[in-house]
């Protein structure tokens, strides 16, 4: 079982820059990818980045240069750098994590505003 809290998010203006944290509890060492997903008002859930243990990570096309993830094993979080924000940034941004077991986790989310 793997229990995950984010935490960073804010109200920021375009041009902005944030950076979300999320904590884990439980079976760290059971976490294969850890990564970010959003969901903004009235659209589905979307990819954000996620990274391997080993350091491997991927982006969507559309925050590649702006968002950097980061992940620290030792302590089972993983972290989201957010740069040169914009309003169609604005989302619920949600931790997940996926065991070696191929069981999924979420957190509860953190909002992220961006004004313009």
């Not at 229990?3 to 375009?14: D, F, K, P």
């Not at 990818?33 to 959003?38: H, N, P």
């Not at 979307?46 to 925050?63: I, K, L, P």
Request: charged share 15%.
């Amino acid at each position: 079982q793997v229990q995950l809290v984010e935490s960073g998010g804010g109200l920021v203006q375009a041009g902005g820059s944030l950076r979300l944290s999320c904590a884990t509890s439980g079976s760290i060492v059971s976490i294969k990818f850890m990564g970010w997903y959003r969901q903004g008002s009235g659209k589905q859930r979307e990819f954000v980045a996620y990274v391997g243990t080993s350091g491997n990570t991927n982006y969507a096309d559309s925050v590649k240069g702006r968002f950097t993830i980061a992940r620290d094993n030792t302590k089972g979080t993983v972290y989201l750098q957010m740069n040169n924000l914009q309003p169609e940034d604005t989302a619920v941004y949600y931790c997940h994590a996926r065991t070696w077991g191929g069981v999924d986790n979420w957190g509860t989310g953190t909002l992220v505003t961006v004004s313009s």
